[in-house]
């Protein structure tokens, strides 16, 4: 059984790796990930339940509604269903296909609709604000979400890319159940304030993009990255991806090898076991497009790093 941690103050029990979806969105739109095939999808959904994990992420944004939708579609064929995570705040215009950010209250809640719609659910576990944009209206956004949970629509509200003042902002009003901010070995923002001040009051912590997009993964290098669909936003317009970070990138990635070949375990669970080492991480969200992706992931799970393992990571990092 994979291992588990409690989401925050709620007492949920969720497995330390879940499924991202984001690249099941698809390519057209602009922050998409290239073409993907939705049976594919459908197929690394399934696996990711069958390898033990219990949770699932997406929004309503990924795909503009597509990811929701085919994740709809292999929710239908479960008799169990997994704990599912959402988000608002992006909306789009279908002609155009551009996005603009609101979190009115009357557009949080047909949001909310629009999700239960495509994911063909009752109720969604877990409603999160994806970006605290308009930063005024970040109160009366949750202000709605907290208005979903008492009707029953929503089950805890969590927010995401959130600092610790819009958090003070709006613990308030209702309970945050999680935070979700980017966290991986080459994006360290949260680790000084936003972890410890989400363990102090109780919110959860579900980290995303913990292979910084495939890059800690060993398998990306130029060649990958100028065979990427055009329409994969990470080629297009991810500055990680382009020169000079690359290089310096690919770099540490290279250094990292033999500390993931000394514990017999690949770079992929190495990148996943280290953001897990943070005991405030309740867990690790990551993106998988196809079933042989979610069996290299899942047993990062039981990857525990010694310190002088963490030492070593630390010192590639700085270097
Ligand atoms: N709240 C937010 O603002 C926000 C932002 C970003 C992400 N997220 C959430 O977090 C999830 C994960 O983040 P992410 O998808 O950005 O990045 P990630 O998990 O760091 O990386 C995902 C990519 O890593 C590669 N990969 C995954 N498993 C692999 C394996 N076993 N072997 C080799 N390569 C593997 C794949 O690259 P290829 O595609 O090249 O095969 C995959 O698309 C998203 O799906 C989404 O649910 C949320």
């Known amino acids: 059984m994979m291992k588990m941690r409690t989401l925050g103050y709620t007492g ?10 984001w690249a099941h969105g698809g390519g057209d739109w602009g922050f998409g990930w290239g073409a993907q095939d939705d049976a594919e999808s459908v197929r690394a959904i399934r696996a990711a339940l069958d390898t ?11 795909g503009l509604g597509h990811a929701e939708e085919v994740l709809g579609r292999a929710l239908k064929e ?10 608002c705040s992006l909306l789009w215009d279908d002609e155009t296909r551009k996005t603009r950010s609101s979190l ?7 949001e909310c609709e629009a999700s239960l719609q495509r994911l063909g659910l009752e109720v969604i576990d877990l409603y999160q604000i994806h970006w605290p944009k308009p930063d005024e209206e970040i109160e009366e956004g949750w202000g709605a979400v907290a208005d979903l949970i008492r009707e029953g629509k929503v089950r805890y509200g969590g927010v995401s890319n959130f600092s ?5 902002r709006v613990q308030s009003i209702h309970p945050i159940a999680s935070l979700q901010p980017p966290y991986s070995m080459l994006e360290r923002g949260v680790e000084s304030e936003l972890l410890p001040w989400c363990a102090e009051n109780e919110v959860g912590v579900i980290v995303y993009s913990p292979l910084q997009k495939g890059l800690l993964t060993g398998k990306i290098d130029r060649a990958y990255v100028e065979a990427m669909d055009d329409r994969d936003h990470r080629k297009a317009r991810d500055p990680m991806f382009q020169e000079l970070a690359l290089t310096d990138i690919l770099k540490k990635v290279d250094r990292l090898r033999p500390i993931a070949a000394a514990l017999d375990i690949n770079l992929t669970q190495l ?16 993106g998988a497009r196809r079933p042989d992706q979610v069996e290299g992931v899942a047993p990062a799970s039981d990857v525990t790093l010694s310190e002088q393992t963490v030492t070593e990571i630390e010192s590639i990092l700085a270097g």
């Open 271 to 286: 990148a996943i076991a280290w953001v897990l080492r943070r005991s405030e991480v309740t867990a690790a969200i990551v």
């Open 12 to 21: 949920e029990q969720l497995t330390t790796v879940g499924l991202g979806t």
């Open 78 to 87: 479960l008799p169990e269903k997994p704990f599912v995570a959402t988000k």
């Open 52 to 62: 033990g994990m219990n949770w699932v992420d997406t929004a309503a944004v990924y």
């Open 164 to 168: 610790v003042d819009q958090m003070k």
């Open 104 to 110: 009115r209250a009357d557009s949080v809640r047909a």
